[in-house]
């Protein structure tokens, strides 16, 4: 069971982990353990989400999310393979905890008077500037 907060919480039957082969650095060792993780997890299929936070995660621009709405998390930050089990896990859990805040709804607001007035007096005092440059009468020589 993967624990999100105290109300959501991930069976582990919806996780599907996959030990690879890790890239890198390790030696001979690297050859020879499949230390790396992939955990993928349905998004879409999954019971433990409510439809609130399922909407939230599949509309999140994330390019570990596929198309079929599947977070694949690859883990191979660690030499052992219950560590980089662990960090994966972990990681799935922040991007699901980062889907949990829901959005502040934007309220639409219009400039006060005050604030129309000061833009177009400095509109103004920009212009006279610009519109008394060539006025000077300096002739360059």
Known sequence: MLAIDDRVQIADEELVERFVRATGAGGQNVNKVSSAVELRFDIA???SLDEALRARLLARR???ISADGVIV???QRFRDQGKNRLDARERLAAII??????????LATRPTRAAKQR???AKKSRATI???RGRSGWSGE
């Open 45 to 47: 299929r999954s019971a």
């Open 62 to 64: 994330d390019r570990r």
């Open 73 to 75: 998390i690859q883990a």
């Open 97 to 106: 905890r980062a889907a949990l805040i829901v959005p502040k709804a934007r």
């Open 119 to 121: 833009r177009l007096e």
């Open 130 to 132: 610009k519109r008394n």
